[in-house]
Nanobody
């Protein structure tokens, strides 16, 4: 059972990126999903979460209005996306997708029990 995150890269201030997270080995269509990030020397922090059916979302204040989380449960791979706009150097981090232990919105990383391997996002000024 794996979560595979992709889409990271090196971009400039103000650019956009879309991260994807694909589940393999089992479906997470009944689980809430989230994105977290970890910058060098800092703790892993919550970025965004979405309910099992995509009906509700939650964002960290630092990304609200710039990032959008969504999910597609229609295909067998259950993909979760993070659209990131107006990127700035403070967004530089390794981004991780994760599946929560339940179906609801959660920002506490302790309530996530399946993590992807991370994808690096670097924003230059």
């Amino acid at each position: 059972v794996q979560l595979q995150a992709s889409g990271g890269g090196l971009v400039q201030f103000g650019d956009s990126l879309r991260l994807s997270c694909v589940a393999s080995g089992r479906t997470f269509s009944n689980n809430g999903m989230g994105w977290f990030r970890q910058a060098p020397g800092k703790e892993r922090e919550f970025v965004a979460a979405v309910t099992w059916n995509g009906s509700s979302t939650k964002y960290a204040d630092s990304v609200k209005g710039r990032f959008t989380i969504s999910r597609d449960n229609a295909n067998a791979k259950n993909t979760v996306y993070l659209q990131m706009n107006s990127l700035n150097p403070d967004d530089t981090a390794v981004y991780y997708c994760a599946a929560s232990i339940g179906s609801k919105l959660v920002s506490d990383r302790r309530l996530y029990n399946k993590w992807g391997q991370g994808t690096q996002v670097t924003v230059s000024s």
